[in-house]
């Protein structure tokens, strides 16, 4: 497990798409993708599950389709839900990894970027642990920011350029990552990184 706090984790991509440190749980929502596939989108979500709780473990056991939804209300509208995301940053900063990055994961859905449609196909997708309106935490920039380099530097078809949160590439669905993301700090973060590597 990795855990972020004021201090940068060092993370990094395997061959077969691994994030190290993390904790590794693999879902069952995902597929390969094409042989030919490029991996040249990175996706910034938000979720809370239920809406507006966190560290319930219940996004863990929803990208497994282990949810139990006896727990609350809200469960038996996404019961039939099959999704996941390559990654989850929660409030601490901890890292989960549910797919591959190398695999196809479920958590763009109808989407398109740059006039090319279904995202899934070409995307890596990170959920934070969070609403629209509620402030994301340090913890979770810090770690959103390592992840963020250790993908650009296994992935070459990606680039700070190629970063979108869901509500820009599925603008009449959906909100996420929201008003709350600090985009300026975040793409602050990595145009040092793309300098110092350029």
């Known amino acids: 497990m990795a855990k972020s706090s004021a201090f940068a984790v060092h993370f ?23 042989a030919d596939a490029d991996i040249s989108l990175l996706v910034i979500h938000n979720i809370s599950l239920p809406p507006g709780q966190f560290g319930t473990g219940c996004v863990q056991d929803f990208f497994c389709n282990q949810l ?4 609350h209300a809200f469960f038996s509208e996404i019961e039939q839900l099959k999704v996941s995301a390559h990654f989850f940053i929660d409030r601490q900063g901890e890292v989960t ?5 190398t695999a ?5 859905g109808v989407s398109c970027f740059e006039g090319r449609e279904s995202c899934n196909d070409f995307s890596i997708g990170i959920e934070l642990e969070g609403t629209d309106d509620q402030p994301y935490t340090d913890a979770q920039y810090v770690a959103l920011q390592g992840v963020t380099k250790a993908l650009l530097n296994r992935h070459g078809e990606l680039s700070v350029d ?20 600090d985009w300026s700090r975040y793409r ?6 793309q300098g110092e590597n350029s």
Do not use: Y
């Open 12 to 34: 990094s991509v395997d061959s077969e798409g691994w994030l190290e440190p993390a904790r590794h749980l693999l879902s069952p929502n995902h597929n390969q993708r094409d």
């Open 68 to 71: 139990d939804i006896s727990t």
């Open 97 to 101: 990894q549910f797919v591959p990055t």
């Open 104 to 108: 196809r994961a479920w958590h763009a």
């Open 162 to 181: 190629r970063i979108a949160g869901h509500c820009d590439i599925a603008p009449a669905r959906k909100t996420d990552p929201g008003p709350s993301f």
């Open 188 to 193: 602050t973060s990595l145009q040092q990184f």
